[in-house]
């Protein structure tokens, strides 16, 4: 179990990371007044580090259930 916990945490450390890096990847292109282009190497490799980084955490199965639920929550509450 605690091997487990510790590739869990792990693959978690590293998919934060990742999406941290895209994050300031993006700020950096944005604060010099230029953008990405759609489809182009740049935007291609950041796509796939944003999709590497959802399939590779294992809380975003949580995420996912998470927002669910609280959808459905909401739906209930809501007047008829």
Do not use: C
Request: net charge neutral; proline share 5%.
């Amino acid at each position: 179990m605690e091997e487990s916990l510790r590739d869990h945490v792990a693959r978690w450390k590293f998919a934060k990371e990742a999406r941290e890096y895209v994050a300031e990847v993006r700020k950096i292109v944005a604060d010099a007044g230029v953008s990405i282009s759609a489809r182009g190497p740049l935007d291609e490799s950041l796509t796939w580090i944003e999709g590497f980084a959802e399939r590779t955490d294992p809380l975003t199965p949580v995420r996912k259930e998470a927002t669910r639920v609280a959808a459905l929550n909401a739906k209930k509450s809501q007047p008829d």
